[in-house]
């Protein structure tokens, strides 16, 4: 399979949908795509601008500084001790790096890629472009001989699971006995809510109560859009197997995937200040205490979504006739039919909309769940 035989994008079925909430008179709330809104904080865009003489090509290893950070960052954020340079990447952004990982480990047809059943699409696409077979399970038990690759999403999105220790270590356990690459996505890390998550560290798959101390064939994939809203800047990093690591570093520079100089500089004021990640997280915290109860109260139960940016919600009917409904009162989701056969029935609904738009959803909601009474 090459590019040109992949489906069309989902989101484009989406647009009648999007121009349905248009109409609405207090118009559209957009809570379908997870596209930061809030600024970039003023500690990242400084560094940005104090690196603007980039006139040389950057490193695809990254500055010294940015990857002593990403180390620094994984021992204090999420209790991975002991990571050094060597074991560390930065990307440009995640979505290039889960799309492109089988292609950089080599797979091809009649290697299996695992992916999770409620999964982000990207997962499929990466195992497709290069030939693989992508199979959906989060029982490791079900995971087939021929896996070579295989993806865990925890904080998930779209349905905000979050994965325990036990969990995690029974997925490295299970890769190790197929041989398997284990890649754990955390881009959202940094957004729990339900207890535990609320005040403990969502777990990495390098937490050391996970590998032993042993990180052979595990790698953890982390992005500063959702905790330091810097989509724009393409900005993220992967940790792990210090050969994996090195395997696609040589593989990346032939390729030419190098983050901007920048950007590298900017990544690194983000790491090192937890300032304005807790209070982004409070931004989300407040949208998530308004939103929750009025979409429960409109007839949808909420199911997982302990953390990250989504409510993860049904009706009990199919997920377009939920965004139709929805659409009608101004209100855009996405509906569960794009990440993958298994949940037709849910939608997902996204923080990242200001403060005024969140509260004109919830308002809107409670109307039509009284307005049906």
């Given at each position: 399979?090459?590019?040109?035989?992949?489906?069309?994008?989902?989101?484009?079925?989406?647009?009648?949908?999007?121009q349905?909430?248009?109409?609405?008179?207090?118009?559209?709330?957009?809570?379908?795509?997870?596209s930061?809104?809030?600024?970039?904080?003023?500690?990242?865009?400084?560094?940005?601008?104090a690196a603007?003489?980039?006139?040389?090509?950057?490193?695809?290893?990254?500055?010294?500084?940015l990857?002593?950070?990403?180390?620094?960052?994984?021992?204090r954020?999420?209790g991975?001790?002991g990571?050094?340079?060597?074991?560390?990447?930065?990307?440009?952004?995640?979505?290039?790096?889960?799309?492109?990982?089988?292609?950089?480990?080599?797979?091809?047809?009649?290697?299996?890629?695992?992916?999770?059943?409620?999964?982000y699409?990207?997962?499929?696409?990466?195992?497709?472009?290069?030939?693989?077979?992508?199979?959906?399970?989060?029982?490791?038990?079900?995971?087939?001989?021929?896996?070579?690759?295989?993806?865990?999403?925890?904080?998930?999105?779209?349905?905000?699971r979050?994965?325990?220790?036990?969990?995690?270590?029974?997925?490295?356990?299970?890769?190790?006995?197929l041989?398997?690459?284990?890649?754990?996505?955390?881009?959202?890390?940094?957004l729990?809510?339900?207890?535990?998550?609320?005040?403990?560290?969502?777990?990495?798959?390098?937490d050391?109560?996970?590998?032993?101390?042993?990180?052979?064939?595990?790698?953890?994939?982390?992005?500063?859009?959702?905790?330091?809203?810097?989509?724009?800047?393409?900005?993220?990093?992967?940790?792990?197997?210090?050969?994996?690591?090195?395997?696609?570093?040589t593989?990346?520079?032939?390729?030419?995937?190098?983050?901007?100089?920048?950007?590298?500089?900017?990544?690194?004021?983000?790491?090192e200040?937890?300032?304005?990640?807790?209070a982004?997280?409070?931004?989300?915290?407040?949208?998530?205490?308004?939103?929750?109860?009025?979409?429960?109260?409109?007839?949808?139960?909420i199911?997982?979504s302990?953390?990250?940016?989504y409510?993860?919600?049904?009706?009990?009917r199919?997920?377009?006739?939920?965004?139709?409904?929805?659409?009608?009162?101004?209100?855009?989701?996405?509906?569960?039919?794009?990440?993958?056969?298994?949940?037709?029935q849910h939608?997902?609904?996204?923080l990242t909309?200001?403060?005024?738009?969140?509260?004109?959803?919830?308002?809107?909601?409670?109307a039509?769940a009284?307005?049906?009474?």
């Open positions: 399979m090459g590019v040109a035989d992949l489906a069309d994008y989902p989101w484009d079925a989406v647009a009648p949908y999007a349905r909430a248009r109409s609405h008179p207090d118009g559209i709330v957009d809570l379908s795509i997870g930061p809104v809030d600024p970039t904080p003023d500690v990242v865009a400084d560094a940005l601008r603007t003489d980039a006139h040389a090509y950057p490193q695809t290893v990254g500055t010294a500084s990857r002593a950070a990403i180390a620094d960052w994984y021992e954020r999420r991975v001790s990571l050094t340079p060597e074991d560390v990447l930065p990307t440009v952004g995640s979505k290039e790096l889960v799309a492109l990982l089988p292609l950089l480990l080599g797979l091809g047809a009649g290697d299996v890629v695992v992916h999770p059943r409620a999964a699409p990207t997962y499929e696409v990466g195992a497709r472009l290069v030939g693989a077979t992508p199979v959906a399970s989060d029982d490791p038990v079900e995971w087939p001989e021929g896996t070579r690759l295989v993806w865990l999403n925890s904080p998930g999105n779209p349905d905000g979050v994965l325990g220790v036990d969990a995690l270590r029974a997925a490295a356990t299970r890769a190790r006995e041989g398997a690459v284990l890649a754990s996505d955390e881009c959202y890390a940094e729990g809510w339900d207890a535990p998550w609320d005040h403990e560290p969502v777990p990495s798959a390098l050391p109560r996970v590998t032993g101390g042993d990180l052979r064939g595990i790698l953890s994939v982390y992005s500063l859009s959702k905790q330091s809203n810097l989509a724009g800047y393409r900005a993220a990093f992967l940790a792990g197997d210090r050969d994996i690591v090195a395997r696609l570093l593989a990346r520079k032939h390729l030419g995937l190098m983050v901007p100089l920048p950007v590298q500089a900017a990544m690194s004021a983000a790491l200040d937890d300032v304005h990640v807790a982004q997280k409070e931004l989300y915290r407040r949208r998530r205490e308004i939103l929750r109860p009025a979409v429960e109260a409109a007839g949808f139960r199911d997982a302990e953390a990250g940016l409510l993860w919600a049904t009706e009990g199919d997920a377009w006739e939920s965004v139709g409904r929805l659409a009608e009162l101004g209100i855009l989701a996405g509906p569960g039919h794009f990440y993958g056969v298994h949940f037709p939608i997902r609904l996204s909309a200001t403060d005024e738009r969140v509260s004109a959803a919830a308002q809107r909601l409670r039509a009284v307005a049906s009474v």
